[in-house]
């Protein structure tokens, strides 16, 4: 007998930042379970392309261009989803951006798009998105978080610095949002496979350090987070709301040391 606890079949699932990457793949794996799913991105060009190379079985992966920085935009992309599918029961705020660079080297311009992206739009669609879902009386918001909110590495600070603005606004509206019957939940990977990091992780010296301070001895690859997403979207998670998950490997667990034991 087939157990729908971790069932996200025939959910309306809006995905920002889902052209490339973790979004990408996530959509993916939802649309594969059933869902209707929506993604979102700056690019119509690339957003599309992705939209029809995800697409699986009889619900086409549709797609919306909205850049989250641009925050007037947001209320058009949930009108447009919402017009066509009724409700939204799951969010995944995905998209974000980095810059590796000296904490003194950061200009104005750079800050404030890595902020603009990563904090300030993601607040925003989340806010636009909890009305409907309070309306709805349901819902499911997922937030891509980091292993930088645990332990920030050096060269990325105005990034930490927007992922730990993540992490109290998931606890934030959870707190505010779960009388409505809005969950409110934090995904934080670890040292992720994308195309955009496989370049770092070609360099057998970065590949060395990793497996040296990792429990789990390896890099993640984005299907590792699936479980987790389809988990906190689905009835399984129905009690859960206000967490952040680690799925790092085990490196937010503690120190390792080269000592032989």
């Given amino acids: 007998m087939a157990d729908n606890l971790f069932s996200v079949s ?3 699932v809006l995905v920002s930042g889902g052209s490339r990457g973790i979004g ?13 799913v929506v993604i979102t991105g700056r690019e119509e ?7 029809r ?11 919306v261009v909205c850049d989250v920085s641009e925050v007037d935009q947001i209320p058009s992309l949930v009108k447009t989803v919402v017009e066509r599918h009724g409700r939204i029961d799951t969010l995944l705020n995905v998209a974000g951006v980095n810059k590796r660079k000296k904490v003194e080297t950061f200009t ?7 902020l603009d992206i990563n904090l300030r739009g993601l607040f925003f669609l989340s806010q636009e998105v909890g009305k409907q879902m309070i309306a709805q009386k349901s819902g499911s918001i997922i937030n891509i978080d980091s292993l930088n909110t645990n332990s920030p590495l050096k060269g990325v600070l105005p990034y930490a610095m927007s992922k730990a603005g993540v992490s109290m606004l998931t606890r934030g509206m959870a707190a505010e949002w779960g009388q409505h019957g809005v969950r409110v939940n934090g995904l934080a990977p670890g040292f992720i496979l994308t195309d955009m ?15 040296s301070v990792c429990p789990l001895q390896r890099l993640g ?11 906190l979207a689905s009835k399984a998670s129905a009690f859960m709301t206000g967490q952040t998950l680690y799925v790092d490997g085990g490196m937010s667990a503690g120190r390792l040391w080269p000592i032989e034991l």
């Fill in 221 to 231: 690859n984005v299907e590792d987070l699936v479980g987790t997403a389809i988990y």
């Fill in 45 to 51: 060009k690339t957003i599309s392309q992705t939209a």
């Fill in 10 to 12: 025939n959910q309306i």
């Fill in 53 to 63: 190379e995800i697409s699986t079985g009889e619900k086409p992966v549709q797609h």
């Fill in 197 to 211: 990091t496989n370049k770092l992780w070609s360099d057998p010296k970065m590949q060395a350090w990793n497996k």
């Fill in 24 to 36: 990408r793949s996530l959509a993916a794996a939802f649309a594969e379970r059933g869902a209707q």
């Fill in 108 to 114: 104005p311009e750079e800050y404030d798009f890595i």
